[in-house]
């Protein structure tokens, strides 16, 4: 009878040793405490101590705009189009951010027409420009890097039978 209860006890300690080590380690707080993400960025789990972070925004805490990366003064220059247009004569383009929407950014004489173009991200990398060009409309995609945007786009205009423009522009920062 000594030995069935120590057996007893000893079995109920190990149960209850294994039960407390179990809820221990499940009440170990969230290493995310303390993790500060910005700009709509969520922390990323408990095992990680960073952010995920929205389209438009990158950085350990999510705090670094990506339009704010684009923003200055760019050499640019046609290539690939059709039908064919000059393709040796480059210009200069200015990339602005908005002041109300960090998302959105402006480029001005977009193609060399002085025309301004708004543009904003699909994703981190990659961008759409959008708005009325010279009297055409336009689509336009783009993908950028930290010194240079790339562009390919399609002028429609509104002549009924004329053909579009396609091209690509490269941008290269000043």
Known sequence: LMSFNRYTILAAF?????????????????????????????????DMRTCTCPT????????????????GTFTCRRSNCSPARDTVIAWQSTVRNDSVTPQISY????????????????TNTSLVFTGNLAGYGVTVTGTFTNAEILVHYIKHPYQPGAPDTVCDITMVKM
Not at 31 to 39: E, T
Not at 107 to 122: H, K, Q, R
Request: charged share 10%.
């Open 107 to 122: 480029v001005s004489n977009f193609d060399n027409t002085g025309n301004e173009a708004t543009v904003s991200l699909s």
């Open 14 to 46: 190990f149960t209850l040793s294994i039960f407390a080590i179990v809820c221990y380690t499940s009440c170990i707080p969230c290493k995310c405490k303390g993790v500060v993400c910005v700009n709509g960025g969520t922390c990323a789990g408990c």
């Open 56 to 71: 438009g925004f990158t950085g350990a805490s999510c705090e670094v705009n990506v339009m704010s990366q684009l923003k």
